[in-house]
């Protein structure tokens, strides 16, 4: 049975000039599914290599070595995939992050963000073939996390006061570098070599609260799909009298620069591509739904959610990509579209795992769960075991400086490391007098491999009281 079709081939599409379709009934094998719109604004995709145009190739794919060199050389520079970079007063990336920086996890072989990788991959490759009978998307799974503010902001339109660009949510190495928040810090390097089909895989790097979701590190997926009018409307019974641009309005529904024919056709073709895989990774019968929300380099733009063990849950972003950001990497005649998600929440739904802390894991019995002959074996994580939680709770005077959450918690994880399991904001008091804040958090310590003693405990909720006291200039009310 056909997937969705929101456009056929022989279907007089100039009607859809007077109407935006709000409900699409979508068939699949064994069950209609109701994909229904919905608003929202968000902010970047996830719910995160300056090179010449010569140094990428249509290769259906290649692997840029970000090798794992990391260290720092000296108290003030940073040492980072062979390079030196020297700090100014954006530089915030401690070394906890910055021992990460390398490791790679999607491409260790049979780790479950491996799995996740090769299985999007797989089902790519033989979805969508070449003329010549190769793969039409390349994969760029190893390129350098280390981006220009011009790679991660500028090129995708972001502006200069947006809040996803703020030092408090991002890792800078310096006013000019950072590792990167998205992996669509990538898009523009790769069409202005001529790519106009590929997947990008890496780490990406933020500042973000604690608990068992969030990780300074995750990885994300990221996808690219170029149509030239040829491409676009080829199949389109009378196609060779439409356009994809024109000079129109910006509306809700389309860029000022694109044809409705257009702009509805691309998004077909990404619904039906995403709706498609996330069939291949879950299975038939699953019920999804599109809800339409805000990114600064598409328009229009839509979260996937996917009714999941009888919850909504939101598993990717994605839109019609800005022509602007298209026509500056050199693909000026081409429309496209973009997605991207998050591969550790779908690793924790696909297969139940509890904590985004384990993704990091060096347990055997972690990693052999996942050593299977095929990549879409069913698997369902089995906990090896769920130690006692030990509970302190540090609140201080924060300093009269400007204060970030996220300054806080970098102290927590660099400290605590791996075996802080949760942070959480318990309690606010404002002095009657002196007007001076005061912030209480709880710190959930609870290792994955063993049983904490509250001696133990006890010196790191020190060592992370001073840090409090020395670093962010914060009184203590230990």
Same mark, same amino acid.
């Given at each position: 049975?056909?997937?969705?079709?929101?456009?056929?081939?022989?279907?007089?599409?100039? /009607?859809?000039?007077?109407?935006?379709?709000?409900? @699409?009934?979508?068939?699949?094998?064994?069950?209609?599914? +109701?994909?229904?719109?919905?608003?929202?604004?968000?902010?970047?995709?996830?719910?995160?290599?300056?090179? *010449?145009?010569?140094?990428?190739?249509?290769?259906?794919?290649?692997?840029?070595?970000?090798?794992?060199?990391? /260290? *720092?050389?000296?108290? =003030?520079?940073?040492?980072?995939?062979?390079?030196?970079?020297?700090?100014?007063?954006?530089?915030?990336?401690?070394?906890?992050?910055?021992?990460?920086?390398?490791?790679?996890?999607? =491409? $260790?072989?049979?780790?479950?963000?491996?799995?996740?990788?090769?299985?999007?991959?797989?089902?790519?490759?033989?979805?969508?073939?070449?003329?010549?009978? @190769?793969?039409?998307?390349?994969?760029?799974?190893?390129?350098?996390?280390?981006?220009? @503010?011009? +790679?991660?902001?500028?090129?995708?339109?972001?502006?200069?006061?947006?809040? %996803?660009?703020?030092?408090?949510?991002?890792?800078?190495?310096?006013?000019?570098?950072?590792?990167?928040?998205? !992996?669509?810090?990538?898009?523009?390097?790769?069409?202005?070599?001529?790519?106009?089909?590929?997947?990008?895989?890496?780490?990406?790097?933020?500042?973000?609260?604690?608990?068992? !979701?969030?990780?300074?590190? &995750?990885? $994300?997926?990221?996808?690219?799909?170029?149509?030239?009018?040829?491409?676009? &409307?080829? =199949?389109?019974?009378?196609?060779?009298?439409?356009?994809?641009?024109?000079?129109?309005?910006? *509306?809700?529904?389309?860029?000022?620069?694109?044809?409705?024919?257009?702009?509805?056709?691309?998004?077909?073709?990404?619904?039906?591509?995403?709706?498609?895989?996330?069939?291949?990774?879950?299975?038939?019968?699953?019920?999804?739904?599109?809800?339409?929300?805000?990114?600064?380099?598409?328009?229009? %733009?839509?979260?996937?959610?996917?009714?999941?063990?009888?919850?909504?849950?939101?598993?990717?972003?994605?839109?019609?990509?800005?022509? +602007?950001?298209?026509?500056?990497?050199?693909?000026? =005649?081409?429309?496209?579209?973009?997605?991207?998600?998050?591969?550790?929440?779908?690793?924790?739904?696909?297969?139940?795992?509890?904590?985004?802390?384990?993704?990091? /894991?060096?347990?055997?019995?972690?990693?052999?769960?996942?050593?299977?002959?095929?990549?879409?074996?069913?698997? !369902?994580?089995?906990?090896?075991?769920?130690?006692?939680?030990?509970?302190?709770?540090?609140?201080?005077?924060?300093?009269?400086? #400007?204060?970030?959450?996220?300054?806080?918690?970098?102290?927590?994880? @660099?400290?605590?490391?791996?075996?802080?399991?949760?942070?959480?904001?318990?309690?606010? &008091?404002?002095?009657?007098?002196?007007?001076?804040?005061?912030?209480?958090?709880?710190?959930?310590?609870?290792?994955?491999?063993? *049983?904490?003693?509250? #001696?133990?405990?006890?010196?790191?909720?020190?060592?992370?009281?001073?840090?409090?006291?020395?670093?962010?200039?914060?009184?203590?009310?230990?």
């Amino acid at each position: 049975m056909p997937y969705a079709a929101i456009l056929i081939p022989g279907l007089d599409i100039s /009607s859809i000039e007077q109407k935006r379709l709000k409900n @699409t009934v979508v068939a699949m094998p064994g069950k209609v599914i +109701q994909i229904i719109h919905y608003g929202r604004i968000v902010s970047l995709w996830g719910l995160q290599l300056k090179r *010449t145009a010569n140094d990428f190739s249509h290769a259906w794919h290649r692997s840029i070595s970000s090798g794992v060199v990391a /260290s *720092t050389s000296s108290v =003030n520079a940073v040492e980072l995939l062979g390079r030196v970079y020297l700090p100014d007063d954006y530089s915030n990336v401690p070394k906890k992050i910055i021992s990460k920086v390398g490791k790679n996890l999607h =491409n $260790q072989r049979h780790h479950p963000l491996w799995l996740i990788k090769e299985r999007v991959k797989d089902h790519f490759y033989k979805q969508y073939i070449g003329r010549f009978g @190769t793969p039409l998307f390349s994969v760029y799974d190893d390129l350098p996390p280390v981006v220009t @503010t011009e +790679q991660n902001f500028d090129r995708l339109l972001i502006p200069e006061d947006h809040s %996803s660009r703020k030092k408090g949510d991002n890792y800078y190495l310096n006013h000019t570098h950072m590792l990167r928040a998205h !992996t669509s810090a990538h898009q523009w390097d790769l069409m202005h070599s001529g790519l106009d089909a590929f997947l990008v895989v890496g780490d990406v790097y933020r500042r973000d609260q604690i608990d068992n !979701t969030h990780y300074p590190v &995750f990885h $994300q997926l990221e996808g690219v799909r170029l149509f030239s009018n040829h491409e676009l &409307f080829s =199949n389109i019974s009378g196609g060779e009298s439409f356009s994809l641009f024109e000079k129109g309005l910006r *509306t809700p529904d389309k860029q000022e620069t694109h044809t409705m024919e257009a702009v509805k056709l691309v998004e077909h073709s990404l619904k039906q591509a995403l709706t498609r895989l996330v069939i291949h990774l879950f299975g038939d019968g699953l019920e999804i739904r599109w809800v339409d929300c805000y990114f600064p380099f598409t328009h229009p %733009s839509f979260e996937m959610e996917i009714n999941f063990q009888g919850k909504w849950m939101e598993v990717l972003g994605c839109g019609v990509m800005e022509q +602007q950001l298209v026509n500056s990497a050199g693909a000026e =005649n081409k429309i496209g579209w973009a997605f991207g998600l998050g591969m550790e929440r779908l690793a924790m739904i696909l297969y139940g795992i509890p904590d985004i802390r384990l993704f990091w /894991s060096e347990d055997e019995r972690f990693l052999k769960q996942f050593q299977v002959p095929c990549i879409d074996q069913k698997i !369902t994580f089995q906990p090896f075991s769920k130690y006692p939680p030990v509970i302190n709770d540090i609140s201080f005077w924060l300093p009269s400086k #400007k204060y970030s959450a996220n300054d806080f918690y970098d102290i927590v994880r @660099t400290i605590g490391g791996d075996m802080v399991e949760e942070v959480e904001h318990i309690d606010e &008091f404002t002095h009657p007098k002196t007007k001076r804040v005061s912030h209480c958090y709880r710190i959930t310590y609870r290792h994955l491999e063993r *049983t904490l003693v509250q #001696k133990e405990v006890n010196s790191i909720h020190q060592a992370i009281e001073e840090a409090v006291v020395r670093e962010l200039g914060a009184e203590g009310r230990f």
